[in-house]
C-alpha cells in the first residue's frame, strides 16, 4: 500500500477512486491536514495504470467518464474514510532517515531485552566506564545513550530524537546527525559521570544537543533551514531547570541534559560561522 496523491477535497478525490474501481483497480481515502484528502494504492502492481491515468484526471477531473464511472460504482461504494495502518509507519519514515530509525531500532531492541530479564548483561556491557578495567572499552563512552530504563523514559526520548534527529538527517545529512550524536553521547556522558557516577543511561543528552544545535543554527544561520519552533525550546529549557529538583523523586541526569545542551550550541555555532 502506498500513497499516490493528494487532492484538495474529498468528493474530488471519490470520483477518481470510482473510476479506478470501475477498472478492478482498489484505491482507498484518508484525511490529510488543512481538509485535504490522501488517495492510497492498495495494490503495487497497479501503479503503472493509476499513474497514468491519475495525469489525465489531474488535467481534467470533470471530464464525463468519471460521472459515469461514480454512478457505475454507486451501489457498492462505501462512504467512509479509510486509515490505512501502513499511514503511520509512513509518516515515521517520511520524517526521518536511516541513522534516525537505526538508532531508535535499536533503543526500543535494547530496551526489550533488558524489559525480558537480560537488564544486567545488557547494563554491564553498554553503561559508561565504571573502573580501570573498562577504562578501554571505548564503546561505553556512546553506548549508554542507547539504554533505557522505563516505558515514559524511551517514548519521551524517541520522540524528540525522532522530531530534531530527523529534521537533521533530512534537511542536513546522515553524517552530520551521526556527528551531533558521538559528541554528544561523549560529552554529555563525561559531564553526568563527574555528577553522579557511571550508572546512567538514555538519549536525553542527546536530545538537548539537538535541541541546541538546531536552536543556535536558528538564531545565527535561519536561511539554511535548520530551524527550530521557539515553543520547543521554551519547553525543553524550562524542563532542563525543573530537572534539577528532581520532581517527583525522578532521577533525572541533569548534568547529561545541560552538557549535551552545551556541545550542542557549540557544534550549532562552529557551523553557522564555517558557513557564513
Not at 530524537?161 to 542536513?172: A, M, P, T
Not at 533551514?225 to 528532581?246: C, D, H, N, R, S
Request: hydrophobic content about 55%; charged content about 15%; glycine content about 6%.
Amino acid at each position: 500500500m502506498q500513497k499516490i496523491a493528494v487532492l484538495p477535497n474529498a468528493r474530488l478525490a471519490q470520483a477518481f477512486i470510482d473510476y479506478a474501481a470501475a477498472h478492478d483497480v482498489s484505491l482507498e481515502l484518508a484525511p490529510e491536514p488543512d481538509a485535504h484528502v490522501a488517495v492510497w494504492l492498495i495494490n503495487d502492481d497497479d501503479k503503472a495504470w493509476v499513474d497514468n491515468e491519475l495525469e489525465r484526471f489531474i488535467a481534467d477531473p470533470t471530464h464525463s467518464r468519471y460521472q459515469a464511472a461514480s454512478w457505475q460504482v454507486a451501489e457498492t461504494r462505501q462512504a467512509r474514510f479509510h486509515y490505512p495502518s501502513a499511514r503511520l509507519w509512513q509518516t515515521v519514515k517520511e520524517k526521518s532517515g536511516p541513522v534516525t530509525l537505526s538508532i531508535m531500532f535499536i533503543c526500543v531492541a535494547l530496551f526489550m531485552l533488558m524489559t525480558l530479564g537480560g537488564f544486567d548483561v545488557v547494563a554491564r556491557r553498554l553503561l559508561f566506564p565504571a573502573d580501570s578495567s573498562q577504562q578501554w572499552q571505548l564503546w561505553r563512552l556512546f553506548s549508554h545513550a542507547l539504554l533505557h530504563f522505563s516505558a515514559l523514559h524511551i517514548i519521551f526520548n524517541l520522540l524528540w530524537w525522532w522530531v530534531l534527529g530527523g529534521r537533521i538527517e533530512r534537511l542536513d545529512s546522515s553524517s552530520k546527525l551521526v556527528q551531533i550524536f558521538l559528541f554528544a553521547a561523549l560529552f554529555s556522558g563525561l559531564g553526568q559521570y563527574w555528577l553522579d557516577g557511571p550508572y546512567f543511561g538514555g538519549l536525553s543528552g542527546v536530545v538537548y544537543a539537538l535541541l541546541g544545535y538546531l536552536w543556535w543554527l536558528t538564531w545565527l544561520a535561519p536561511e539554511r533551514g535548520l530551524t527550530i519552533e521557539k515553543p520547543y525550546v521554551i519547553f525543553m529549557l524550562a524542563w532542563l531547570v525543573i530537572g534539577f529538583f528532581q520532581p517527583m523523586g525522578m532521577n533525572i541526569a541533569n548534568m547529561a541534559h545541560l552538557f549535551g545542551l552545551i556541545i550542542g550550541c557549540v557544534l550549532g555555532l562552529w557551523d553557522a560561522k564555517r558557513h557564513a
